[in-house]
């Protein structure tokens, strides 16, 4: 009975984090038709519908997604426990699903990754990159890294660097437009504006220097766009002056495709953090990556280039 129940719950859980019978077979490492046959088994027992079936995907009906939200995280805390318990106390085992934006997770943590294998063979981390703000909970990441993510009592986050937001711009593109001295000349200048993907609203240029002067600054906006990266690839091509954190456009910076514009004018962002669940038990997989990030991001410095540029 607790096997069976077991299967059930697994291809439930891995069908509504896939989002499709397929995807949940290749991570549960069995045939779709095998995931499908288990769903419905599972809601016969039940007595209702768990899922909405199309040729290509599942959705959660009503009454999944309130099992979802009840069971999602409970039967993580009871598979990393039992998981603990079979590879000894403490030692960290399975896949560690693992949230961070694309820039910034390449440029800065998967470098920081093979000492983490290297020492912890059984633990897999599972990288999935993405701009957007995740949900850890109802999306089954073990961790996040990145800024903004509302804190909950179901969240913890460990500081890692504060971060400035800097104009930049191609020196081809700023030798052929009037020289900058002031953000009130910025409105003569083509810019390249960011669209926030949780409000949907252009963001502002609302900068300040070291010595607490501020200002809200006008471009000429010349294209929109939701992606940091995009945004600094697009400066790069001479399109205009963008507004961007420091760990997006450090590379580009070092490499000369970039530079500073009004160096002395700057804006404040939310705290890169690493964010995790606050469970009772924290899974040692959780605790000991969250410790090596931690560990090694001091020690590589990073906080404040993010800082200072």
């Given at each position: 009975m607790l096997t069976e129940l077991r299967g059930?719950?697994?291809?439930?859980?891995?069908?509504?984090?896939?989002?499709?019978?397929?995807?949940?077979?290749r991570h549960l490492g069995l045939t779709p038709a095998a995931v499908s046959k288990s769903v419905a088994q599972f809601e016969a027992r039940?007595?209702?519908?768990?899922?909405?079936?199309?040729?290509?995907?599942v959705a959660l009906t009503t009454d999944g997604e309130r099992l979802y939200g009840q069971v999602r995280l409970p039967w993580s805390?009871?598979?990393?426990?039992?998981?603990?318990l079979r590879q000894g106390a403490g030692k960290p085992a399975g896949t560690l699903k693992v949230a961070l934006a694309h820039t910034v997770g390449r440029e800065y943590f998967v470098p920081m990754m093979e000492g983490f294998v290297r020492r912890y063979p059984d633990v897999v981390p599972d990288l999935h990159f993405d701009n957007r703000q995740v949900?850890?909970?109802?999306?089954?990441?073990?961790?996040?890294?990145?800024?903004?993510?509302?804190?909950?009592?179901?969240?913890?986050?460990?500081?890692?660097a504060r971060l400035?937001?800097?104009?930049?711009?191609?020196?081809?593109?700023l030798k052929t437009q009037p020289v900058l001295g002031h953000p009130d000349e910025l409105a003569r200048h083509r810019g390249l504006l960011?669209?926030?993907?949780?409000?949907?609203?252009?963001?502002?240029?609302t900068l300040k220097n070291n010595a607490g002067q501020e200002v809200v600054a006008s471009v000429r906006p010349v294209m929109v766009l939701d992606d940091p990266e995009a945004m600094a690839r697009a400066a790069a091509n001479h399109m205009g002056i963008a507004m961007l954190p420091l760990p997006h456009v450090l590379p580009l910076l070092e490499s000369g495709e970039l530079v500073r514009v009004l160096p002395q004018w700057y804006a404040e962002a939310l705290p890169l953090s690493i964010y995790y669940t606050s469970r009772k038990l924290v899974p040692a997989k959780v605790r000991l990556f969250v410790e090596h990030v931690v560990r090694e991001f001091r020690a590589s410095g990073h906080a404040a280039r993010f800082r200072l540029g």
């Open positions: 059930y719950l697994d291809a439930f859980i891995a069908a509504a984090d896939e989002g499709s019978f397929s995807a949940a077979a039940l007595g209702v519908r768990l899922f909405q079936r199309s040729t290509r995907k805390e009871i598979g990393d426990a039992l998981t603990d949900d850890l909970i109802a999306e089954g990441f073990d961790v996040a890294i990145g800024g903004g993510i509302e804190l909950t009592d179901a969240l913890i986050a460990r500081e890692l400035r937001i800097v104009l930049v711009a191609s020196p081809a593109y960011r669209r926030s993907l949780v409000s949907g609203r252009l963001t502002p240029w």
